[in-house]
């Protein structure tokens, strides 16, 4: 399995490529990176960056056409180009077919509800106009079919007045849920269908960003919902037949029932704080998952949290990251920074992990440190 | 302190800089590497690498002169220039004052003497000629004042009859020591003089070859030795008054006497299980420290051991890693694979780090791996 000239890519160059990339060497990996942004987080950390527009499809067929492996870090790709690369012969996982359902919310949803998989009911609308016909679902949320990431493509809509904003084109209607935890499960699965999964995560999302505030690992809940919330997580990856890493997204309702919101097929924001805090980092699983190698243990030695560094509200400049030393003289305290020059109001530009003892020591450190780092321009 | 745009070089490109490459990100860092082998391992996970003999004067100095910040993975170097880069503004660390006492053994055995380490005896001698007059201190090591390293440099001299082999030229002469066991001690120094020690580490050398086999980490010692061999090590690296991270080898002698073999000034070997064992592995406390952030803990998780992957004896050519699919299966192992395409006898390839609930499980792991992964052509 060790190829050591292994031609290998990632396509997008972001945080999660970034993090990829800290876990190739171990493996004798060393991917070539394409991504449109020439100032990409991944871009210093590879001696071989493309910049390149991967959604069109001659840009990302060139790129692929001379490797041997393929993954990604971004869904928002073009799956025609990866296609073409799979028939010739490039091992592309996960695979497009896979994408191509994630990537279109409205396909996601769809195979949601053919597979029987737990989730919010949806109507599919193609046109603004087809709104106000619904109204009786209200309050909704519209979610584009496909280019929504990270609250981009996605917005309520409560009441008729909110008819007027409504976004134009194919998207879906989904009822709002009520929910009193937001969780992911992270589960990864090798091309001999081995299965791996974490324990499950809690997400704190900011009041008014639709970002990922907190996180915590494991979540607190009573042991059978986080059985089946990890069983929910397996169904889905087998269902969609998956190689590599998959996070799924799920709400929990105050009556106790588990609804999938979302996947997403690469590592992801919810699984940081595998890094220190498990036996086996997401970005690792996701390796031996797409090499077929045996899966890593998921364990967790102790209990952890997530913070995201987002850029503060009123700075926009040269980023400086205020209160971080002090927070780094704590135990258990890790910065992560995603290496990006400029800070804007709400931008991802870092992360802490914490690592604790116990879940209510680690509240009161995740609390404590929210409010000591801000990034500041 | 974290600066966007820090000019960072790491001067060697061996596995031990390659593993600092992948601590680098978390810190905005992304190194140039300068290493004499187009194919040393940290080549391909650096946008900068130099091809240049860091020995030379002029070369490292080239190297160093637009950088404001340099460390080494390696003492061999040209101290000089280094001297020459630090006058003129380039911050290193270690500094080369303290490089230039650890690569020379002789001047290491001197400062150990001057400040009262306690270490083996000995005696300077300036030719093979000399070693004659010392037969009543036999049997002794002879070591070479430079370049040894690894096992070379280094060798035994037990009668009479070998004092044909003994090396020409500038080197040493020390008692040879009745050990129990063979420990190593990390240690951390910031450039405010704050100092981190991790738990004792215990070495288990190969029979024939000058180089760690095995190592289980913490050591099993009684208490009062454990934290007396830590003391060791931080009165060691505050006499240095050292920048970054000092391993400090030890011998425990039948008697319970702790003696200070060698030190080398950057990460090592013996550190290598800190990676998944630890809330802060060598790497990420080396650039902490020569950062001037503060520590980070050094608490162990779990119980860990190290196995190096070393060339099969009667192997060379491209290197193939038997074994190591089902040793990944089981929980808590880990490769790290160093990128070096050939295999030789006992050349150094990788290594795998083992996480266990138990010293006694961790054992029995340790040694059904070391006879399940093999490294051969």
Redesign the interface.
């Known amino acids: 399995?060790?190829y050591?000239?292994l031609k290998f890519g990632i396509i997008g160059g972001g945080q999660l490529g970034?993090?990829l990339?800290?876990a190739?060497?171990?493996?004798?990996l060393?991917p070539s990176v394409i991504d449109p942004d020439e100032d990409a987080?991944c871009?210093?950390?590879?001696?071989d960056?493309v910049k390149g527009n991967f959604t069109d499809f001659d840009t990302l067929y060139q790129f692929g056409k001379d490797k041997n492996l393929l993954t990604i870090e971004i869904e928002n790709i073009n799956v025609a180009a990866l296609e073409k690369l799979e028939r010739e012969g490039v091992k592309v996982f996960p695979q497009p077919s896979v994408i191509k359902i994630i990537q279109d919310k409205r396909l996601q949803k769809q195979f949601f509800k053919k597979h029987q998989i737990p989730s919010s009911d949806f109507v599919l609308i193609n046109s603004k106009e087809e709104v106000k016909h619904y109204a009786h679902l209200f309050p909704v949320f519209q979610k584009m079919g496909k280019s929504g990431y990270d609250g981009r493509g996605v917005q309520a809509i409560r009441n008729v007045a909110d008819i007027d904003k409504a976004f134009e084109g194919e998207s879906l209607l989904e009822q709002e849920i009520k929910f009193q935890k937001e969780l992911s499960v992270i589960v990864a699965r090798n091309m001999d269908g081995e299965v791996a999964v974490y324990p499950v995560i809690e997400m704190v999302f900011h009041p008014e960003q639709n970002l990922v505030e907190f996180l915590f690992a494991p979540a607190e809940l009573n042991s059978s919902i986080a059985l089946e919330a990890q069983q929910l997580a397996v169904q889905v990856i087998e269902k969609l037949g998956m190689v590599g890493l998959l996070a799924v997204e799920m709400f929990l309702t105050p009556e106790g029932k588990l609804l999938v919101n979302e996947v997403a097929p690469r590592p992801h924001n919810s699984g940081h704080q595998t890094i220190?805090a498990n036996?086996?980092s997401q970005y690792?699983q996701h390796l031996?998952a797409i090499l077929n190698?045996?899966l890593?243990?998921t364990?967790q030695?102790?209990p952890a949290a997530m913070l995201n560094l987002l850029g503060e509200p009123g700075y926009n400049g040269?980023?400086?990251?205020e209160g971080?030393?002090?927070a780094?003289?704590i135990?258990?305290v890790?910065?992560?920074?995603y290496?990006k020059?400029y800070t804007k109001p709400f931008r991802k530009m870092g992360h802490i992990t914490l690592?604790e003892d116990t879940v209510e020591a680690l509240k009161i450190k995740a609390n404590y440190i929210k409010e000591l780092v801000k990034v500041k321009a």
Chains 1, 2 share one sequence.
């Open positions: 399995m060790y050591h000239n970034k993090m990339i800290q190739c060497p171990d493996f004798n060393h987080p871009r210093p950390h590879t001696h960056f220190r036996y086996t690792e031996r190698l045996p890593g243990s364990l030695y102790k040269i980023a400086h990251y971080i030393e002090k780094m003289s135990t258990g890790f910065p992560f920074l290496g020059k690592v």
